[in-house]
């Protein structure tokens, strides 16, 4: 599988990364690199064989339904472009 | 258990300018998880609270920070699953799925597309009495919910909220088994319903904590028998889905108004474009919702901060050994048990403090009169007031006090009315308060044959008239009555004025 410079572009785009046109061909290509070695990979047979979530034997780790954190709106909009009266200010998205 | 079989309702059939159509709607019901912490932090999850400020370093994804599970939202994944006779799945994993929004700091959503933790289930959507739809349900799985957008605080910005963000959510997928727009209500209702009897869901619409997405299409007589026999979705025509409704009007008023529109679409000849459209309730039409069109490939890949979740049988088995008992088996009970109507038992146990209020009014008291005192007299009152079935100032303790005057025949049902409203108002107990004021209907017969005596002697003439119309014999019944300030008991009274005239 090999990826044109139309799915190129439409990737960045869903991941709100800015390419120049003059560098679209140049990321295909290397996108398209990587797909043929998934595509090598794809010749192992794995029939049967459960995926690896982990090297060593694990158990998603649990939390209690106890309130830990929060309380810190100072600190939580700090990096914040902008901030008002409590909120995020962005620029305004209205569907 | 009274064994209660239903029918299954006729779908609704709109006629088009050539011929009939009928419905086909299926659901998504985001339901928030009742619980203190959120889902993957340890934030709280307590609505209202000053903006930004239920929000962890993890809710607003700030780099390095890694999700951990509040395993109490499994549980009530787990225990909403078993209320709905569903599958439980030990094994469940978390996907990303990925847009961006501004209420969605980590530009990716924590879902579970590929292995959600709950399979198919059920859900029975009674119509009217002896008539209900059984919904299957597909899926439940657990996800975060997103922040909050306001956009009226400033001409040229929208305000974020995070403190929703990362709130567990359980999305419940129903099959395209509903037929029609009151059919819809009534499941959210149901399911509504079951939620909160579970405590797994407050189930508040107003603010947001129960919300649907609606998926409908329309196809012709037949057809929907079709896909039932086959499960191929070919039979069925293009759906649309209609996002984010908040309550049971719209979405009724949204499926009817979709409905037609993409009739009409079909019988111009034209073709349904599968896609979603929002409800705008002040011009009572859906409109498409291009922007998220555009964003519809969300990349779902397994979220590489979080192991599977793998969960015991044991621990699935203990959680059922602690359910409930849920609306269905109540109401049978209470029509098995008590003696009430279907219709009576619907409303007793539509809320699960009302139910409880009732059976304690109706423990060892006759079953159909608690029923009428709790529904006619308590119901409406807190209605006409604007109460809560917890805010109500007559104690079940009260009411059943009240009730067991009238089965002992001190007062009247006309002096219990006089009663509660006193209680209402005053409290105290029913016993001392009647006393206190009076309020004893007269069961002595000789006290109210001296009375009857009297009122025949002081008028000669109705007692003629009465003779030859035993009709008229109520006259009598209602001097002594009023003779005896009212506190005669009118069956007494009734059966010795009888007597006395000779009828």
Redesign the interface.
């Known amino acids: 599988m090999s990826i044109d410079i139309e799915t190129a572009r439409?990737v960045a785009h869903?991941a709100?990364i800015r390419v120049d046109e003059a560098d679209l061909p140049a990321l295909a290509g290397e996108l398209s690199g990587i797909l043929s070695f998934m595509e090598q990979l794809n010749e192992v047979d794995v029939t049967g064989i459960e995926p690896m979530?982990?090297v060593t034997p694990?158990?998603?780790?649990?939390?209690?339904?106890?309130?830990?954190?929060?309380?810190?709106?100072q600190q939580?909009?700090s990096n914040a472009p902008?901030a008002?009266?409590?909120?995020?200010?962005?620029?305004?998205?209205?569907? | 258990m009274l064994d209660l079989t239903y029918e299954a309702p006729k779908p609704k059939v709109i006629a088009g300018a050539k011929h009939d159509w009928e419905l086909v709607i299926g659901m998504e019901i985001h339901a928030q998880v009742s619980?203190?912490?959120k889902l993957f932090?340890?934030?709280?999850t307590a609505f209202g609270a000053?903006?930004?400020?239920?929000?962890?370093?993890?809710d607003?994804a700030m780099p390095g920070m890694l999700p951990?599970?509040?395993?109490?939202?499994?549980a009530q994944a787990v225990r909403t699953g078993l209320g709905l006779k569903a599958r439980i799945n030990l094994f469940s994993a978390f996907d990303r799925k990925?847009y961006?929004?501004?209420d969605l700091p980590q530009g990716y959503q924590i879902s579970q597309l590929y292995h959600p933790i709950v399979g198919e289930g059920e859900v029975l959507v009674e119509l009217a009495p002896g008539i209900a739809r059984l919904v299957r349900i597909e899926r439940i799985h657990l996800e975060q919910d997103a922040g909050k957008?306001?956009?009226d605080?400033?001409?040229?910005?929208?305000?974020?909220?995070?403190n929703r963000t990362g709130v567990a959510l359980m999305e419940i997928v129903s099959r395209p088994d509903l037929r029609g727009p009151e059919e819809a209500a009534a499941y959210v209702a149901k399911l509504r319903q079951i939620l909160r009897y579970l405590g797994t869901c407050d189930g508040n619409m107003q603010n947001g904590n129960l919300r649907a997405d609606v998926n409908v299409s329309v196809c012709r007589p037949g057809d929907y028998e079709r896909y039932q026999a086959t499960q191929d979705f070919g039979h069925l025509g293009t759906r649309c889905e209609i996002k984010n409704m908040n309550s049971m009007r719209f979405i009724q008023q949204a499926i009817d108004y979709e409905a037609r529109r993409q009739i009409a679409i079909l019988e111009d000849g034209g073709k349904v474009v599968q896609e979603t459209r929002?409800y705008d309730p002040d011009r009572g039409e859906t409109r498409s919702?291009r922007?998220?069109e555009e964003?519809h490939?969300y990349?779902y890949f397994?979220d590489p901060d979080?192991?599977?979740?793998?969960i015991e049988q044991d621990w699935v088995d203990d959680i059922a050994a602690s359910m409930p008992e849920l609306p269905d088996a109540k109401k049978a009970r209470f029509m098995a048990d008590y003696g009430v109507t279907d219709y009576d038992a619907n409303v007793l146990t539509a809320e699960l403090d009302a139910a409880a209020f009732f059976e304690s009014v109706a423990a060892g008291r006759d079953g159909k009169q608690a029923a009428n005192w709790v529904i006619n007299e308590l119901f409406g009152r807190l209605n006409k007031q604007g109460l809560t079935i917890a805010e109500t100032p007559v104690t079940a303790a009260q009411l059943g006090g009240i009730l067991d005057l009238i089965a002992s025949g001190e007062i009247s049902g006309k002096m219990a009315k006089d009663l509660f409203e006193i209680i209402w108002t005053d409290g105290g107990d029913p016993a001392e308060v009647a006393a206190a004021r009076g309020m004893k209907q007269v069961t002595d017969t000789g006290a109210i044959e001296v009375a009857v005596d009297e009122i025949i002697a002081a008028n000669p003439a109705q007692v003629e008239k009465a003779k030859a119309n035993p009709k008229l014999a109520g006259w009598f019944v209602g001097q002594v009555i009023k003779a005896t300030g009212g506190k005669a008991n009118p069956a007494a009274v009734n059966e010795i004025v009888a007597k006395k005239l000779g009828l």
């Open positions: 439409r869903l709100r979530t982990s694990m158990r998603l780790k649990r939390r209690e339904d106890v309130v830990t954190d929060g309380n810190m709106q939580v909009l902008d008002r009266e409590g909120f995020f200010a962005v620029p305004k998205v209205v569907e | 619980s203190n912490a932090s340890g934030a709280s000053e903006p930004n400020s239920n929000v962890s370093f993890v607003c951990v599970i509040n395993e109490f939202c499994v990925n961006f929004y501004p957008s306001i956009h605080m400033d001409p040229n910005l929208s305000f974020v909220d995070f929002l919702m922007s998220k964003a490939d990349r397994p979080l192991l599977p979740l793998e």
